[in-house]
């Protein structure tokens, strides 16, 4: 009996460390005034965030720890109120809130918000600040109405400069009975699906093309100086199902202006990250190939709102391009325009960039590398300059040929 009870409690210890290493799921329930439940969630879930020490960026992964409690000021929200939020706090100061919306048919977190305070030592240690900072971001966490949403599989949330990983999610907002309702929307990430295909979408109608963008430069810098310099204009080329089933492509500007930059600077990856209110999120990530000592487009990734479409949040993203690039210490350069595909329903169009990844010195362009759509505009004026050329000069000679025969016919008096 000893030997079982001994092996029974390596067995326990042994679940318990599991759950540490794992984040233990927690239940967290959201009640309105007359204690009837309007919002369950059941996961756990892990930050990685990357903020400043007084010797550079650093990383930090923590988990949602066990004694994370719903704050109160959680809402249901309700006719002439918010929509209903989920707001979760826990240590000194952190919280992570899921603001809920719906339509007719469809229910999800329009909006994932996490504040974390830096001056939290043990998880931020030698931060070079003690500030509380608050990032968002657009989600795809959506299911149909009566429904729960349910994700077996890990569930990256990129927010800024953190990214939120949800694992083994049970959420549901607008709850029928004060319980998870037995029919659930599943995830993306735990496919594969039923294999019928759906019927084919019909040809997307193209809006007018605006104007070309303005050209901006943006800089991002790091605890060692600056690691990226570019130049250029941006276009976001997005197709979408609209509200009336109709599938539209959209052109979207991006107006510096109205635009923040913030970025990240690593010594195998440098982001660029542009925020504005229709553009939560558009982020390019240069990456670089040790062994060619070149760098290049890596990523992009785009979150944004589009009022009309069916599904409002819009989300893509793709890490293994491989567009601009150029050897370490020199410069990109193309003053035709590029136009990147992302996803199938996202490309970009880059106008005259001129852009600089990882090794920067003073803040200045190095020396440049011409696209090749650059060198391809140069040959054909070439190509028609040597063709003129070329038939100048065969003019040339059959008139001096012709001249000589003239004067054969002739004999000297």
Known sequence: ??????????????????????????????????????????????????????????????????????????????????DPSLKITFG???????????????????????????????????????????????????????????????????????????RDATIQAYLANSSFSKEETRCEQDGPFPTTAPPPP???????????????????????GTCLLASMGLQLNVT????DNK?????FGINPNMTTVGGSCGPQLVTLELHSVSVPLLAFQFGMNASTSRYFLQGIQLNMTLPDAREPTFKASNSSLRALQASIGNSYKCNAEERVQVTEAFSVNIFKVWVQ??????????SVEECQLDENSMLIPIAVGGALAGLVLIVLIAYLIGRKRSHAGYQTI
């Open 357 to 366: 990844a990882f090794q920067v010195q003073g803040d200045k362009f190095g």
């Open 240 to 243: 979408y199902e609209k509200e």
């Open 1 to 82: 009996m000893a030997a079982l009870g001994g092996a029974w409690r390596r067995s326990l210890l042994l679940l318990l460390l599991a759950g540490l290493v794992h984040g233990a799921a927690a239940m967290f329930v959201v009640k309105d005034a007359q204690g009837t439940a309007c919002i369950m969630a059941n996961f756990s879930a892990a930050f990685t965030a990357i903020y400043d020490t007084r010797s550079g960026p650093k990383n930090v992964t923590f988990d949602l720890p066990s004694d994370a409690a719903v704050s109160n000021s959680s809402s249901c929200g309700g006719e002439g109120a918010a």
């Open 92 to 166: 000194r100061g952190h919280a992570l809130t899921l603001n809920f919306t719906r339509n007719a048919t469809r229910y999800g977190v329009r909006l994932m918000t996490f504040v974390y305070n830096l001056s939290d030592t043990q998880i931020f240690p030698n931060a070079s600040s003690n500030d509380t900072q608050t990032v968002e971001s657009a989600t795809d966490i959506r299911a149909d109405i009566d429904t729960k949403y349910r994700c077996v599989s890990t569930d990256r949330v990129h927010v800024h400069n953190v990214t939120v990983t949800l």
């Open 202 to 224: 019909p040809h997307p109608s193209p809006s007018p093309t605006p104007e070309s963008p303005s050209v901006y430069k943006y800089n991002v810098s790091g605890a060692n």
């Open 247 to 251: 599938t539209s492509t959209r052109v």
